[in-house]
């Protein structure tokens, strides 16, 4: 079982920066690739970066792209999402996922997630 704690989201005006934490209890953590989702008032809820086990390889929405940077750090068992250049539309619920036993980078950014993290609320106002 793993399970996963999000961290550092908040208010931040247009065009600043944030940086979310995820962090996983288990062993296993550094074997999964992981990644972030979001989802905004009355929208479903959307892949936003990945990661893979190694992270060596990373995969991010056209819409972050140049913006947010995924990383981990296997050691700390934590993945994080630096987010620059923020707008007023990356305003979400940004939520941490692990792939789990078997799971890739590829089916994850597809939302197929075995574990999810409870959510950090992530507001740029205009």
């Known amino acids: 079982q793993v399970q996963l704690v999000e961290s550092g989201g908040g208010l931040v005006p247009s065009g600043g920066s944030l940086r979310l934490s995820c962090a996983a209890s288990?062993?296993?953590?550094?074997?999964?690739?992981m990644g972030w989702f979001r989802q905004a008032p009355g929208k479903e809820r959307e892949f936003v970066a990945a990661?893979?086990?190694?992270?060596?390889?990373?995969s991010y929405a056209d819409s972050v792209k140049g913006r947010f940077t995924i990383s981990r750090d296997n050691a700390k068992n934590t993945v994080y999402l630096q987010m620059n250049s923020l707008k007023p539309e990356d305003t979400a619920v940004y939520y941490c996922?692990?792939?789990?036993?078997?799971?890739?980078?590829?089916?994850?950014?597809?939302?197929?997630?075995?574990?999810w993290g409870q959510g950090s609320q992530v507001t740029v106002s205009s």
């Open positions: 990661i893979s086990w190694t992270g060596g390889s990373t």
């Open positions: 996922a692990a792939a789990g036993p078997g799971g890739t980078m590829v089916a994850l950014t597809t939302g197929r997630s075995r574990y």
């Open positions: 288990g062993r296993t953590f550094s074997s999964y690739a």
